[in-house]
């Protein structure tokens, strides 16, 4: 089995209004059930705007700590699923789902290193 990590990136900007918002949220939950049911579900979360994050650095001796982002940009990621499966094929099978669920969100498929 092979652990694929399924990357939401989401634009920049407000949260969507609740009545927008909660519609996606329960199919979301849905979807996690399904994907816990299968056996494939290990671990997801969402993530605090990117204004929130803290950057550490290191050049030479000294580390640098700047708050912000890493790199700027109309978008951002917004939080992730990992998924333990047999292969590719499987992995991108979930994130159609999630990316149907998401509607016009980026999902974006990586394979973990061994």
């Known amino acids: ?9 989401q634009p920049d900007g407000p949260i969507p209004e ?11 939950q849905a979807l996690t059930e399904e994907m816990q049911a299968a056996g494939v579900w290990l671990f997801s979360a969402g993530l605090h705007a990117p204004e929130s994050a803290t950057v550490v650095k290191a050049h030479g001796d000294e580390v640098l700590i700047t708050d912000g982002p890493f790199t700027e940009g109309k978008e951002h990621l917004g939080g992730f699923t ?28 990586r394979p973990f290193q061994s």
């Not at 609740?18 to 979301?28: G, K």
């Not at 149907?100 to 999902?107: A, E, F, H, I, Q």
């Open 82 to 109: 990992v998924v333990e499966v047999e292969d590719l094929d499987a992995a991108l099978h979930w994130a159609r789902r999630l990316a149907k669920v998401l509607r016009n969100l980026s999902v974006e498929v």
């Open 1 to 9: 089995m092979n652990q694929y990590l399924l990357s939401i990136y």
């Open 18 to 28: 609740p009545e927008v918002l909660e519609p996606i949220m329960r199919e979301l």
